[in-house]
DNA sequence: CGCATAATTGATTCAGCTCAAACCGAGTGG
DNA sequence: CCACTCGGTTTGAGCTGAATCAATTATGCG
């Protein structure tokens, strides 16, 4: 929120420095269920890093030991190859950075890059691997943020290859639409040249979406989102492939 | 059943009735490193079933009570929309079905679907989750195959949108040559119309890719695939894009 | 043998990419 | 205050990869 991020948010967390636990840290889905003397013992062991919006969090090939969380901000997944990228997810507050990556030692096959101001918390992968053997609950945690993982994946599959550009960019806006606290007006958190890329497609045939989109009653005004016909939107997105939303209870809330 | 995979493996499990553990079951990934009294009670807890090429195993839409696992087999992961389908993985002998989907209750976003004359160790998922709180590594199994199941599908998501049918065409035959074991020509154990489904592509184009990628060095006569040059049809499938590839390592043997 | 399903081939269409130019808003400096 | 970049967005024209539709040939399979 915030016009272009402003102080409000960044007030929040700028402190001396990196790991202020913040009683909001114990709140983590990761953490949910856990002792709270474990949950201490983990943040303990872990440091909150902020990259400014452009940053790379993390090159792809490389392999991640730190297990990762974002605080703030929205983190792009993309596989970059010669001059084409190729978005494969954005993550924003709460989810994990490739657990997947980080418990395997396995190099990333995505590059993590901040979209806007970032702040991380990156726990060490021993005292993760420590805590995951002590506590079967934190090994659910894990579990269930990954199997949100891969149903995003699986989401982005079925749309790549059963939806057509503007049906995507749709049920895209319509998703963050209805994700975001429902108060205030809807607002795109990312430019638009990145939105393409993580629908796949080029920022042309986004800029040109955005007007089919317009005419079947989902405008963008500036980066609000303004859906003046909900049914007729909805319909034109296709029929809608799969189940309910569920991903938030699967502790997973990329985009 | 058995059709043209005659009697050699069927034999090997034509049995009475289902729930005949068998030596091997024991040596299935998931139960790596597990106290062997632990393993003998979840395969107590577990039915085999076998299905005929084109059964059903699960319908997208609902939960996957038991967790599943591929004996023989191969498993096509596909959502159906319509007369549309949309191919997202195959699973093969030792890969787990849907794990993610099973150990939260979700519904799956896709239908599993026997291609071949399949058979499955269906675990009952109580005793799944005794198992998970009790064993730190059955866990630590479970999320090794959840974190290939998700680079599988990242592999997708990129083959999707960064490389040409004919490149994943190529690219794929590549692979499943490269896993087969080497002694023997290497096979295309599934239909064309499979293939092509899987490949996000219609059938039509399939066949006229295969014309392509065999200008490039990589023929199919028959279903036996025969590299005849090798350097030539790897660089045509692009600029590979991804580091090894090491699905094994993370127990998943999906296609 | 003959029917049904799979695979090919050809002709046509269309969604989305590429390339190129115009446009726009925000800093920047004179 | 205005001119001037400079990145991002938009618009336009043309091209192309792959889908679609339709017809034909192969391949089982009962």
Sequence with gaps: MSGRDSGDSAAVTRSPSPDLPGAQLHDLPVFAGLPHELIERLIERSI???YPAGAMILEQG??????????????????????SECGV??????????????????PALVSARALTNTRMLA???????????????????????????????????????CRTAAQ????????????????????????KRHLAVRLGMTAETLSRMLQTVA??????????????????IETFCGPDPYPVRDEHSLDVFAL
Tied chains: 1, 2.
């Design 168 to 191: 995507r960019v749709g049920a895209f806006l319509l998703r963050i639409a209805d994700l975001q606290p429902d108060g205030s007006a809807p607002v795109l958190p990312i430019a």
């Design 62 to 83: 490389e392999p991640a030991p730190p297990l990762q969380i974002v605080r703030r901000g929205i983190v792009d997944l993309t596989h970059v190859s010669g001059k």
């Design 215 to 232: 005419n079947h009653g989902l405008h963008l005004r500036g980066r609000t989102i303004v859906i003046r016909d909900r049914t007729a």
């Design 48 to 50: 909150s890093r902020t």
């Design 89 to 106: 997810l954005l993550l924003s507050a709460r989810d994990l950075l490739l657990p997947a990556t980080t418990l395997f030692h396995e």
């Design 123 to 161: 726990i060490d992968g021993e005292a993760v691997a420590a805590a995951l053997v002590e506590s079967p609950v934190f090994a659910a945690n894990l579990m269930k943020a990954m199997s949100g993982h891969w149903r995003m994946a699986v989401r982005n599959i079925l749309d790549l290859n």
